[in-house]
């Protein structure tokens, strides 16, 4: 009896070894901590509260000088544009809710060659509405398909033969609507 006693010991000591040393941790993910990237921003002036892509409140970050000439990474984080957010205040807990975080989803989901011409965002009776810094409203109604209400957008934008126009209308991207007449496109590339 002390024999299969002994080698139970001896094979559990083993087995528990085995998962120690050998099988822990080999099938359990890893968590990589991904650097949150702001897309908005709470206030203009000096002092602001930069927001991330996921609604995440990032912080206040104070207005950054023109840049250093002899670095170039100065520089280009001095460049970097912020899409300004229809708040007063910071708001209550961590993150932006309703309206705003749909204003927030939008602006992540915009191609970077248009975000850097993304002014304001605000909600309107047509709901998300983002405004050009020419001043054109590209109309979205709500975050929902994001990506292809950004791509009929694009389409609009790049047409040729569309030279002055008040807003897109994507709410509907399979039917992109434009109107009026009173701003210039954003210069091209």
Do not use: C
Not at 50 to 71: F, I, M, Q, S, Y
Not at 114 to 142: M, W
């Amino acid at each position: 009896m002390r024999r299969v006693l002994l080698a139970l010991g001896i094979a559990a000591i083993a087995a528990v070894g085995i998962y120690w040393f050998a099988l822990r941790g080999s099938s359990t993910p890893t968590a990589e901590a991904k650097p949150t990237t702001p897309v908005a921003q709470i206030g203009e002036g000096k002092t602001v509260i930069a927001v991330g892509g996921d609604g995440r409140l990032l912080g206040t970050r104070a207005e950054e000088p023109a840049g250093d000439k002899k670095n170039p990474k100065d520089e280009k984080k001095a460049q970097k544009h912020l899409v300004v957010l229809p708040l007063k205040q910071r708001p209550k807990g961590d993150r932006v809710k309703g309206h705003v975080l749909e204003e927030v989803h939008l602006i992540a989901a915009a191609p970077a060659a248009l975000r850097r011409y993304v002014a304001t965002a605000k909600y309107g009776e047509t709901g998300v509405v983002l405004e050009t810094t020419t001043g054109i409203e590209i109309r979205f109604g709500d975050d929902r398909e994001a990506g292809r209400k950004w791509e009929a957008a694009a389409e609009v934008l790049a047409d040729p033969s569309v030279t002055l126009l008040s807003y897109v209308d994507v709410t509907a991207p399979t039917h992109p609507a434009v109107g009026g007449e009173d701003h210039e496109l954003p210069p091209g590339n």
